[in-house]
């Protein structure tokens, strides 16, 4: 008994074991980090080039990240193919990438950009970043794979006024071709008006889309979508869209807002003036009937019964009293 393995640590033995590992004709996890965090810093570099054309510069710098690695551009191609049917391991093996790229750029001192000016606003200030979902994804050239859909209802912290601003980080890995992939977001009023805006990003980097406000109408849901078009001859092809720091950003109109306030504060004053005019003439009706002048109020009982049948009011108490 001494000498035996308890029952958990043997179950957590088995669990590694029977974890799958990436087949030995393919690039490995950690192999396949390196090779990425090189090439999107080769791609960066080819983008930032002056004098050259821009997809042969891309083509020679990516050329030198697998000689780098002496990597084969058919065993690279391969194994982005095995990659594509395990999504999962692509997207962990990409995040630790972008990760790896931003924090490099940090220590460089170089600038965040845009894309993170509003990450220290909460969801309830004048400005404020309304994401709720996953701040990154991947799509490929796969039927279910290749279009990211999301949902933003409208809730309590929404304005009249309101403006969006949908953002985020891609980073493509194109074997040749135009890349275009479409962002999309159907904005939803009241009276079920539709806004419907469109962009297409082409080009690694910070994309955005902006919803610009409406000052009459409230909004009820923001619905949208990313997509990466494909066709037959992408399914073999390197295609690869990484998407990262998804942010939707909405924007408070004061402005608007004040003057929505104060029309709503006006016509609940008029509105309450209005309704209480129709009850003090119904009063006096009542009265006026009560003194038998023959007037009845038509909120008033009547019958023709006796006395027993009346409304009886305060001025009849204070006769009878008398």
Same mark, same amino acid.
């Given at each position: 008994?001494?000498?035996?393995?308890?029952?958990? *640590?043997?179950?957590a033995?088995? /669990? /590694?074991?029977?974890?799958?590992?990436?087949?030995?004709e393919?690039?490995?996890?950690?192999?396949?980090e390196?090779?990425?965090?090189?090439?999107?810093?080769?791609e960066? &570099?080819?983008?930032?080039?002056?004098? &050259?054309?821009?997809?042969y510069n891309?083509?020679a710098y990516f050329? @030198?990240?697998?000689?780098?690695h002496h990597?084969?551009?058919?065993?690279f191609?391969?194994? &982005?193919?095995?990659?594509y %049917?395990?999504? =999962? #391991?692509?997207? %962990?093996?990409?995040? !630790?990438?972008?990760? #790896?790229?931003v924090?490099?750029?940090?220590?460089l001192?170089?600038?965040?950009?845009d894309?993170?000016r509003?990450?220290?606003?909460? =969801?309830?200030?004048?400005? @404020?970043n309304?994401?709720?979902?996953e701040?990154?994804? &991947?799509?490929?050239?796969r039927a279910?794979k290749?279009?990211?859909?999301?949902? /933003?209802?409208?809730?309590s912290t929404?304005?009249?006024?309101?403006?969006?601003m949908?953002q985020?980080?891609?980073?493509?890995i194109?074997q $040749?071709?135009?890349?275009?992939? /479409? +962002?999309c977001?159907?904005?939803?009023?009241?009276?079920?008006?539709?806004?419907?805006?469109?962009?297409h990003?082409?080009?690694?980097?910070?994309?955005?889309?902006?919803?610009?406000y409406?000052?009459? *109408?409230?909004?009820? =849901? *923001?619905?949208?979508?990313?997509?990466?078009?494909?066709?037959d001859?992408?399914?073999?092809?390197?295609?690869?869209m990484?998407?990262?720091?998804?942010?939707f950003?909405?924007? !408070?109109?004061?402005?608007?807002?004040?003057?929505?306030?104060?029309?709503?504060? @006006?016509?609940f004053? %008029?509105?309450? *003036?209005?309704?209480?005019?129709?009850?003090?003439?119904a009063?006096q009706?009542?009265?006026?009937?009560n003194? $038998? %002048?023959g007037?009845?109020?038509?909120?008033a009982?009547?019958?023709?019964?006796?006395?027993?049948?009346? +409304?009886?009011t305060g001025?009849?108490r204070?006769?009878?009293t008398e």
């Open positions: 008994m001494k000498h035996s393995i308890p029952l958990f *640590l043997l179950f033995m088995m /669990v /590694v074991g029977c974890k799958p590992s990436v087949p030995s393919y690039i490995q996890p950690d192999d396949l390196d090779i990425l965090y090189d090439y999107h810093v080769a960066s &570099m080819a983008r930032n080039g002056n004098g &050259m054309d821009a997809n891309s083509t050329m @030198a990240v697998l000689e780098k990597i084969s551009e058919a065993v191609d391969s194994s &982005m193919i095995y990659y %049917t395990h999504a =999962e #391991r692509l997207k %962990t093996i990409y995040s !630790h990438v972008n990760d #790896r790229l924090n490099d750029a940090k220590k001192g170089a600038s965040v950009g894309i993170n509003y990450s220290q606003y909460n =969801e309830t200030g004048d400005t @404020a309304i994401w709720r979902n701040t990154a994804v &991947m799509l490929l050239p279910t290749n279009r990211f859909d999301f949902v /933003v209802k409208a809730d929404f304005k009249l006024g309101d403006s969006f949908f985020f980080v891609s980073e493509y194109w $040749g071709g135009s890349k275009d992939a /479409v +962002v977001i159907k904005t939803t009023y009241e009276k079920d008006s539709v806004l419907q805006s469109v962009s990003v082409s080009i690694s980097g910070i994309a955005q889309l902006r919803i610009p409406n000052k009459t *109408l409230k909004i009820k =849901e *923001l619905r949208g979508f990313i997509y990466m078009p494909q066709s001859e992408d399914l073999e092809s390197r295609r690869l990484f998407i990262s720091q998804i942010q950003i909405r924007f !408070h109109n004061k402005d608007i807002e004040e003057q929505y306030e104060k029309e709503s504060a @006006a016509s004053q %008029t509105d309450s *003036l209005q309704r209480v005019s129709p009850s003090r003439g009063v009706d009542t009265i006026r009937d003194f $038998g %002048t007037l009845r109020s038509k909120n009982p009547f019958r023709r019964g006796g006395a027993s049948n009346r +409304v009886v001025t009849d204070i006769k009878k």
